[in-house]
């Protein structure tokens, strides 16, 4: 393998660059399950105002948010709704069922976008033998469909049916920022019909760890206690939150580059002959590759691996390439060099 592969992975293999490391060795820390931690405090206060809500709480991952909101909107033996390729169903280990009790009504929506119509044609509870819909989940940007982007207004339709219904409404924001720097809406109207959100820190805007939930006063009570009993209470965590806030402060801006990017290591793979690949589908920075000579997802990987790429599968012969800040215009150029005699 060459010397420096190129990590196309996930943008969760980023590292701290010297600025954040700074920020980190500099914070002023306390115990934060006593709320004494100055940095965290500053980093929930902070995340609350962006996305125009009361209040926020740190957590250690985007599974434990997403699984907060879970446990704090439903009981025992409801439903909840969303879409058949959420991270939800698929990457958070069964939690749903293993923590909150709750059963997942899994609704397909067109390149993982869901619609009022679809989700009011999924409600149940009106008789004594269905489960009891009590929240209604969406994921923006959508992961497993290639990063796509749920359009405003659609959110808008779904909350509306949601609140007309009595049902939670929550957003897996793990990449919400990405949909902000891909529209120009600011992130307080993507959240504002919601009513608790998730937004990752280590994902694109490369801090080490760790997401918030966001959501009112109320809401966000009761999800400290969650969190406190799922083993997310964390001491002097103003060491993790003086990363998140250098990210938010210097690294939102370098989602639109990480887009660039995508689009332009997806028009190069699509002219690629075992590639399938429409560039425009591409909307952030998922570029999802179909492979079309009869090879595995796990065959091809195995040869980009030798020749320095690293994508990962997300089906039998379906792979998944993610651009971040760690990687460059120049290595973008590169991947595609050493791809081509594999992928022609």
Known sequence: MPTTPIDLRSDTVTKPDAAMMTAISQAEVGDDVFGEDP????????????????????????????????RIHTKPGDEVILEADAHILHYEGGAAAGLSGVQLH????????????LIASAIRGHNDWDPRTSLVCLENTHNRAGGTITALATIHAI???????????????????????????EERKWAAPFDTISVCLSKGLGAPVGSLLVGSQSDILRARRVRKALGGGMRQAGLLAAAGLHALQHHRSGLVVDHIKAKRLANGLSAMKCVSLDPASVETNIVMIDIVDGRSAAD??????????????????RIRATTHRDVSEEDIETALERAEPILN
């Not at 899994?106 to 119509?117: C, E, H, M, Q, W």
């Not at 509306?160 to 120009?184: E, I, P």
């Not at 091809?300 to 012969?317: D, H, I, W």
């Open 39 to 70: 940095t965290v405090n500053l980093l929930e206060s902070t995340v609350a105002a962006l996305l125009d809500k009361e209040a926020a709480v740190f957590v250690p991952s985007g599974t434990m948010g997403n699984q907060i909101a879970v």
């Open 106 to 117: 899994a609704v397909s929506g067109p390149r993982g976008i869901l619609s009022a119509d």
């Open 159 to 185: 909350g509306d049916l949601a609140r007309s219904k009595n049902l939670a409404f929550h957003l897996d924001g793990a990449r919400l920022w990405n949909a902000a720097a891909a529209t120009g809406i």
């Open 300 to 317: 091809v990987l195995l040869q980009l691996e030798s020749a320095g790429v690293r994508m990962v599968p997300f089906g039998p012969t």
